[in-house]
C-alpha cells in the first residue's frame, strides 16, 4: 500500500478489525520509511451497479462521488461524516440485498433524500435543491412544508 504522505510503497498492518457492519476491513497502517499512519479499508469485490443518469447515459457507481455530494450538503451541519458512509453502506447494502445491478440515478437520489431526513433536516432541504433542481422559491416552501 502507497503512503499517502511520502508515496513509499511498503507499509505495515498495526490493527485489523471489522467495520460495524462487517461489510470491510479497517486496517490501519504504518509508512515504514516516514513512519506516518494511515487508514485503508478493504471490502469485498462484487459485481459494479451501474447508475443510469437523467440524460440516458450509464457509468459505474461511485460511491466517493456520492459521499462528495452529501457531505456539501451537510457543510457546517452537525452531522459527522462516519454517519454519512453509514447512510451510504445502507443503500448499497439495500441494493445488494435486493439483487439491484442497475439503478436510475433518481431512485439513488430518492433513497439519500429519505435517509438525509432523518439524519439532518437543513443537509434535505440543500440535497433537495440540487437533486430536484429547484428553480424558484415556491419549490423550497413546498419542501419545507412536507418536512413538517
Do not use: W
Not at 56 to 65: I, Q
Not at 92 to 103: D, H, K
Amino acid at each position: 500500500m502507497r503512503c499517502p504522505k511520502c508515496g513509499f510503497e511498503d507499509s505495515s498492518v498495526v490493527d485489523s478489525r471489522p467495520t460495524e457492519d462487517t461489510s470491510s476491513i479497517r486496517r490501519r497502517r504504518e509508512c515504514l520509511k516516514c513512519k506516518h499512519r494511515f487508514t485503508t479499508y478493504e471490502r469485498m469485490e462484487e459485481k459494479p451497479i451501474v447508475v443510469t443518469k437523467r440524460g440516458g447515459s450509464s457509468e459505474a457507481f461511485d460511491r466517493d462521488k456520492l459521499f462528495r455530494g452529501i457531505l456539501i450538503s451537510c457543510a457546517k451541519r452537525p452531522v459527522d461524516p462516519k454517519d454519512i458512509e453509514a447512510l451510504i453502506d445502507e443503500i448499497v447494502g439495500e441494493l445488494r440485498n435486493n439483487g439491484i445491478t442497475e439503478i436510475k440515478s433518481d431512485d439513488i437520489g430518492e433513497m439519500v433524500l429519505e435517509r438525509l431526513a432523518k439524519l439532518d433536516q437543513v443537509a434535505y432541504v440543500r440535497f433537495a435543491s440540487v437533486y430536484k433542481e429547484f428553480a424558484n422559491v415556491d419549490e423550497f416552501k413546498k419542501v419545507l412544508k412536507d418536512l413538517k
